[in-house]
């Protein structure tokens, strides 16, 4: 009896163990997300692309060194909780957050785009949501923009005392963004405060504009005369880093047979050098298609050829924005009629609208849509780049030629339904709070490249119009052949495997973009802290593999899987690592039908 006594303490205690790290580990979720990832700083309306950090929030040398020292305890007070006694999801949850500290810590100490880069000091982005279409009444929007605007020139302050690296382009770049956003300012926002009722209210935020403006006018001074003096930047991050990304914040793993099997991966692919090889490797298979399909379209011509050929049939740039917002709304049809996942709201909508004139130099096609998590609202907007009218006529074609409807047609559906639009809300919906907030970028962007390479085209689904099924669908090729590209351009810049006019050739000579959209999409590479843009690629893989794998486990608990029923637990679950998603969806299925 006295044994029994002891045995049943014992697991008392252990239970009681066990409720208490889960406990100690959803404060410290909730702790995660107001003190570094600054979510109590976030209003209902603000883009999900706008993070905020709380440490970076005026972005001063002193808020950079506090985030590092942050993310040293945040990662510390995670490793005190015994993962081994939460429950599965708190575990899974676990993993993700601690990938997520040891990739931003090393982010934070090795890479430090702060000396280097001042596009990130702009907070153009809330300030033109909460102009243009944050649906909260005039007064609150004019009330947190007027906190927007001083904390501008506060930024563009410490920018000048921060920046101590001089990188041509991105200066280049972003005194088209300054220019951009300054337009926003002087255009945009005093006929926004003409709704004010509140006449003080309304001065004070024209009063700060003003300001604001000025604050921009002496950051293009520093910009053109000063910044040129300083010390020449290097934007490699260094095998370190893009590796220690791959690991932690991907969580690829290094030698599984089963990922080498269906990326046709030598072993240690997924970590460089040997990445930079598979990914010109992989960049030669897709190119052998296209050279197969085009031969069936038209066996004079090249598939390029072939490609240009269809893009000079384009849009009007006076059509541009509505030709994408009838493609953006016929993605919800496409996936009901089509039974391909489950969208449980008769609330949700996206539309396309013109990106603004401070994005202009960020992108050369356009912004995916995506809903806040917090936000009362189902409805988002898919951002195209207009035709700027102050662009050479030459750039201003070849621009348009970029969107033509064989572009359109082809990421749609990667954009909206079922890509990153409905994306945004399932994440809204997780009761799961990180994955609410949180989500692997490698992971989301990637189910997309799956939408668009395995679902858009299949002419099972009808998406493409019928007589450009295979146009179309060697356009799709193409932007496959674009992703590996990628790779090449992402392992090989930030090793120094690659120069920059080496990357530039690789995406117009041989994908076939014109030169102004290879050299920002080569930008955005550069920009970013290394493996972001490589990684989904890969990802891609790993979905594809997961698919097959879920058939298989299906079979094994003597149940019938579908297609359907894979996407919509995908969904559920949300865009954790792939490897987290694949653990998680197992366990639900041997919980759900194991006898």
Same mark, same amino acid.
């Given at each position: ?7 049943? @303490? ?12 889960? !406990? ?24 999900? +692309? ?12 002193? &808020? ?16 005190? +909780? ?38 990130? =000091? ?22 947190? @923009? ?32 300054? %220019? $951009? ?13 003409? !709704? ?5 209210? #309304? ?25 040129? %003096? ?15 990304? #791959? ?27 040997? /990445? ?93 849509? $995506? ?27 070849? *621009? ?36 609410? =907030? @949180?989500?692997? =970028? ?7 490249? =799956? ?19 295979? +146009? ?10 674009? !992703?590996? &590209? ?5 392992? $090989?810049? *930030? ?15 041989? +994908? ?20 972001? /843009? ?7 893989? #790993? ?11 299906? !079979?094994? @608990?003597?149940?019938? &899987? ?11 679950? &949300? ?21």
């Amino acid at each position: 009896a006295a044994l029994l006594l002891v045995i049943g @303490l014992s697991t008392v205690s252990a239970a009681t163990a066990a409720a208490d790290d889960s !406990r100690e580990f959803a404060k410290l979720v909730d702790r995660y997300l107001v003190e570094v990832m600054g979510i109590a700083d976030l209003d209902a309306g603000a883009p999900p +692309i706008q993070r905020g950090d709380a440490a970076l929030k005026e972005m001063s040398a002193a &808020g950079f060194r506090q985030r590092i020292e942050t993310l040293r305890t945040f990662l510390q007070l995670l490793q005190d +909780i015994d993962r081994e006694r939460l429950g599965f999801d708190d575990s899974i949850d676990y993993r993700f957050l601690e990938g997520t500290l040891r990739a931003d810590l090393l982010v934070a100490e090795k890479v430090q785009r702060w000396r280097q880069d001042p596009r990130i =000091y702009f907070n153009n982005g809330p300030i033109v949501h909460r102009i243009s279409v944050d649906p909260r009444t005039p007064a609150e929007r004019a009330a947190d @923009l007027v906190d927007d605007l001083a904390l501008l020139q506060v930024r563009l302050t410490n920018a000048r005392a921060n920046l101590g690296q001089y990188i041509p382009r991105w200066v280049e770049l972003t005194l088209v963004t300054l %220019d $951009g956003f300054r337009l926003v300012l002087v255009n945009d926002l005093p006929a926004f405060a003409e !709704r004010i009722e509140d006449a003080a209210l #309304q001065r004070e935020l024209l009063g700060e504009a003003t300001r604001a403006v000025e604050s921009l006018n002496r950051f293009q001074l520093f910009l053109a005369e000063d910044m040129p %003096d300083l010390p020449q930047g290097d934007y490699r991050v260094g095998e370190e880093v893009f590796n220690g990304l #791959q690991q932690h914040r991907y969580m690829f793993p290094e030698n599984d047979i089963h990922l080498r099997r269906i990326a046709r991966g030598d072993k240690g692919f997924t970590r460089v050098p040997a /990445y930079h090889d598979w990914g010109r490797k992989q960049f030669e298979i897709v190119r052998h298609h296209l050279e197969v399909k085009a031969r069936k379209i038209d066996p004079d011509r090249s598939w390029l050829e072939i490609l240009r050929s269809e893009k000079e049939d384009h849009f009007f740039a006076e059509q541009l924005v509505y030709k994408h917002h009838e493609a953006t709304r016929a993605t919800r049809d496409w996936v009901i009629d089509n039974d391909l996942v489950t969208i449980p709201w008769d609330d949700d909508d996206s539309i396309m609208a013109a990106a603004d004139p401070s994005m202009w130099a960020s992108q050369w096609w356009g912004f995916g849509p $995506g809903v806040a998590p917090d936000s009362p609202s189902r409805k988002s907007a898919w951002r195209v780049i207009p035709v700027s009218p102050d662009w050479p006529q030459h750039v201003a074609e070849a *621009n348009l030629t970029e969107k033509d409807a064989s572009f359109m047609y082809a990421i749609a559906t990667h954009e909206v339904y079922p890509g990153h639009h409905l994306q945004s809300l399932y994440k809204q919906q997780n009761p799961r709070k990180l994955r609410r =907030y @949180l989500e692997s =970028y490698a992971s989301n962007q990637s189910w997309c490249y =799956y939408i668009e390479w395995e679902l858009t085209p299949d002419p099972q689904y009808g998406w493409f119009p019928a007589d450009k099924q295979e +146009i179309y669908a060697l356009e799709t090729l193409r932007l496959k052949l674009w !992703r590996f &590209g990628r790779v090449i351009i992402d392992s $090989g810049l *930030n090793t120094g495997r690659m120069t920059y006019d080496e990357a530039v050739d690789l995406e117009t000579r041989e +994908i076939g973009f014109v030169r102004e959209g290879g050299r920002i999409n080569i930008d955005n590479i550069t920009a970013r802290t290394g493996a972001d /843009y490589a990684a989904p690629t890969l990802g891609y893989f #790993q979905w594809m593999l997961l698919r097959e794998d879920y058939f298989q486990k299906m !079979r094994e @608990l003597d149940q019938k &899987g579908t297609l359907k029923d894979y996407h919509d637990r995908v969904y559920r679950i &949300g865009f954790l690592p792939v490897v987290l998603v694949r653990e998680t969806m197992f366990h639900q299925l041997e919980q759900e039908f194991a006898r």
